[in-house]
């Protein structure tokens, strides 16, 4: 019933490569990414939020597939979007500076990864409350690049940080509590 390049025909490709991407069918998640980008460069605004969230999906999937280069270039498109369409301090902001620090992290650039896991804390800590969740994953994140580049004291101080701020936040249960505390362990070990 809609037009070919309809705004809503993108969401639902987005929607079927998300499910391809959590099934990991990670060719049929790209495929469907794609056809959602297409349809959004046709019918929205060039630094429209939306395509901003395609180019960060389609970096995801490359990601995963270990093809890291492609995942930055597209996590990087996804930046620039969002620094043009959205304040500095939004959340968004921080989630595009975690993604492609994170793509670092697995490439072992760990310079590089913790430099962009630091912009994304900053505007974690000015956007978000002192016991959200997402800033104990930045403390968390840094704490494990400190740790892969062998930087155990500050490794075990943003690690400590995390705990303490999940412990306020989530149930004591909760399996990223678990994670931390080994993490913490695990650095400990190495004092």
Same mark, same amino acid.
Do not use: C, W
């Given at each position: 019933?809609?037009?070919? !390049?309809?705004?809503?025909?993108?969401?639902?490709?987005?929607?079927?490569?998300?499910?391809?991407?959590?099934?990991?069918?990670?060719?049929?998640?790209?495929?469907?990414?794609?056809?959602?980008?297409?349809?959004?460069?046709?019918?929205?605004?060039?630094?429209?939020?939306?395509?901003?969230?395609?180019? !960060?999906?389609?970096?995801?999937?490359? !990601?995963?597939?270990?093809?890291?280069?492609?995942?930055?270039?597209?996590?990087?498109?996804?930046?620039?979007?969002?620094?043009?369409?959205?304040?500095?301090?939004?959340?968004?902001?921080?989630?595009?500076?975690?993604?492609?620090?994170?793509?670092?992290?697995?490439?072992?650039?760990?310079?590089?990864?913790?430099?962009?896991?630091?912009?994304?804390?900053?505007?974690?800590?000015?956007?978000?409350?002192?016991?959200?969740? !997402?800033?104990?994953?930045?403390?968390?994140?840094?704490?494990?690049?400190?740790?892969?580049?062998?930087?155990?004291?500050?490794?075990?101080?943003?690690?400590?940080?995390?705990?303490?701020?999940?412990?306020?936040?989530?149930?004591?249960?909760?399996?990223?509590?678990?994670?931390?505390?080994?993490?913490?362990?695990?650095?400990?070990?190495?004092?």
């Amino acid at each position: 019933a809609l037009p070919q !390049n309809h705004p809503d025909l993108a969401s639902s490709y987005n929607n079927i490569g998300s499910v391809y991407r959590n099934m990991g069918d990670y060719s049929r998640a790209l495929s469907s990414y794609e056809r959602s980008l297409e349809i959004r460069k046709i019918a929205l605004p060039p630094n429209h939020p939306d395509l901003g969230g395609s180019y !960060n999906n389609i970096a995801l999937v490359y !990601n995963n597939m270990g093809e890291y280069s492609k995942a930055l270039e597209y996590y990087e498109k996804s930046l620039k979007i969002t620094e043009i369409s959205l304040p500095p301090t939004h959340p968004s902001s921080a989630t595009s500076y975690n993604n492609i620090a994170l793509v670092y992290n697995n490439m072992g650039e760990y310079s590089k990864a913790l430099e962009y896991y630091e912009k994304s804390l900053k505007i974690t800590e000015i956007s978000l409350p002192p016991t959200h969740p !997402n800033l104990a994953s930045s403390y968390n994140n840094i704490g494990q690049v400190h740790y892969n580049m062998g930087n155990y004291s500050k490794a075990l101080s943003y690690l400590e940080k995390a705990l303490d701020i999940f412990r306020k936040s989530l149930p004591s249960t909760h399996p990223r509590i678990k994670n931390v505390m080994n993490s913490i362990a695990a650095v400990k070990k190495t004092l």
